[in-house]
């Protein structure tokens, strides 16, 4: 699996990220951003283009080097200061309370400890500070969450972790965060994998 882990895995989750009926999330939800932003996850860079006025300083954190590398040029293409660090969402190298916002989208189905990554959001958030997400998850309805469960442990290997299962307005608010805009439902594509949850969050 390295070779696939490796190489062929961020390309592809590069093309399948840049699917156009992605961009009105990206736009809506990028548009709350402001100040020092830290971005989980950041993939290719396919954020970045979205990020508007009020952002001050973009930090891209991401594991795979190969994602990173894809970043770098996309990074070179942004009109607002791009840091990339290679690294993992449960050990956020920040400090406490440093940030004004974080970002994930499409991100936490594929933390191996999403618990963790979002206690470390919540440490690095200033006090008011936001977590503006996009997430697909577990859906409502009890035949799409069967199926879910079904093929989570399948797809997992070999979509680099991704879980189709994951409760992702349960995660957030356990790790200490209030809800304060959610919404929800389906775009298009397989319902397993198109239950989306799009919201803002602030740490209590």
Not at 11 to 16: G, M, N, Q
Not at 36 to 48: A, D, F, H, K, Q
Not at 137 to 144: C, K, N, R, T, Y
Request: with cysteine.
């Amino acid at each position: 699996m390295g070779l696939y882990n490796d190489v062929v895995l961020p390309r592809l989750c590069h093309l399948a990220m840049r699917n156009r009926h992605l961009v009105p999330y990206r736009r809506r939800v990028l548009a709350g951003a402001q100040g020092e932003v830290l971005e989980i996850g950041i993939g290719s860079g396919l954020n970045l283009p979205f990020y508007g006025p009020h952002v001050r300083g973009i930090h891209g954190l991401e594991p795979s080097p190969q994602l990173v590398r894809l970043a770098e040029r996309a990074a070179g293409r942004s009109n607002r200061p791009v840091s990339l660090i290679e690294g993992s969402a449960e050990a956020i190298p920040f400090d406490d309370k440093s940030l004004d916002t974080i970002v994930t989208t499409w991100t936490l189905c594929s933390i191996p400890h999403a618990d963790r990554a979002l206690a470390q959001m919540r440490r690095v958030l200033k006090p008011g500070g936001r977590l503006l997400f996009v997430e697909h998850g577990l859906g409502p309805e009890e035949a799409v969450r069967k199926w879910q469960h079904r093929l989570t442990p399948v797809w997992s290997k070999v979509s680099g972790g991704c879980h189709l299962n994951r409760p992702i307005q349960a995660l957030i608010e356990h790790a200490g965060f209030d809800v304060a805009r959610l919404e929800t439902g389906y775009m298009k594509g397989p319902k397993t994998m198109a239950f989306i949850y799009e919201g803002d969050a602030r740490p209590i």
